[in-house]
T-cell receptor
Framework: DAGVTQSPTHLIKTRGQHVTLRCSPI?????VSWYQQVLGQGPQFIFQ???????GRGNFPDRFSARQFPNYSSELNVNALLLGDSALYLC??????????????FGDGTRLSIL | LAKTTQPISMDSYEGQEVNITCSHN???????ITWYQQFPSQGPRFIIQ???TKVTNEVASLFIPADRKSSTLSLPRVSLSDTAVYYC???????????FGKGTRLSVIA
């Protein structure tokens, strides 16, 4: 079975632009979460979606938004990009949201570089 | 803030057993302890999860004392390919996201 897939794998943008990152969860998984990982740090939680509804939001500005589609895939949008948005953006899926004892399965991320 | 504390780095020779201890003094009744492994330029990969006592799978063992305020990930006979960052997390049921710390950078030396 395919794991969590993310696209694109790498992306270069300039300050002020916007970006859309995409994630396809493991088949049968209904929960998708997004994380930002800056070099040398652990992943930081951005959003969680379950059954197309936002279930959690981390401490990120309103420039960050996301949505989940009927097929459970998800998009993360970031507007007005800043240099500090350069990071690895990770998507994780699990069978159902809101349970800490449900292991999350991560994709290999999108490496976003802001020039 | 991460709910856990673990060593920043560890070194080991190939073939040795590696034990990484994690402190989680404020663990809640509903919290599970979960460990992830991350290689460079890859997403974290689930290794093992437990609630109390001992859990073992084909990759590792997880030891949790009765007070659950700490846990130890044990990797038997490590190889060079086990060089990675290991994250210890506690997560409860309910709508709580995973909170990662900086993890433990394990370097396996030939």
């Amino acid at each position: 079975d395919a794991g969590v897939t993310q696209s694109p794998t790498h992306l270069i943008k300039t300050r002020g632009q916007h970006v859309t990152l995409r994630c396809s969860p493991i088949s049968g998984h209904k929960s998708v979460s997004w994380y930002q990982q800056v070099l040398g740090q652990g992943p930081q939680f951005i959003f969680q979606y379950y059954e197309k509804e936002e279930r959690g939001r981390g401490n990120f500005p309103d420039r960050f938004s996301a949505r989940q589609f009927p097929n459970y895939s998800s998009e993360l949008n970031v507007n007005a990009l800043l240099l500090g948005d350069s990071a690895l953006y990770l998507c994780a899926s699990s069978f159902r949201g809101g349970d800490g004892n449900q292991p999350q399965h991560f994709g290999d991320g999108t490496r976003l570089s802001i020039l | 803030l991460a709910k856990t504390t673990q060593p920043i780095s560890m070194d080991s020779y190939e073939g040795q057993e590696v034990n990484i201890t994690c402190s989680h003094n404020n663990i809640a009744t509903n919290d599970y302890i979960t460990w992830y492994q991350q290689f460079p330029s890859q997403g974290p990969r689930f290794i093992i999860q437990g609630y109390k006592t001992k859990v073992t799978n084909e990759v590792a063992s997880l030891f949790i004392p009765a007070d659950r305020k700490s846990s130890t990930l044990s990797l038997p006979r490590v190889s060079l390919s086990d060089t990675a960052v290991y994250y210890c997390l506690v997560a409860s049921s309910g709508n709580t996201p995973l909170v990662f710390g900086k993890g433990t950078r394990l370097s396996v030396i030939a």
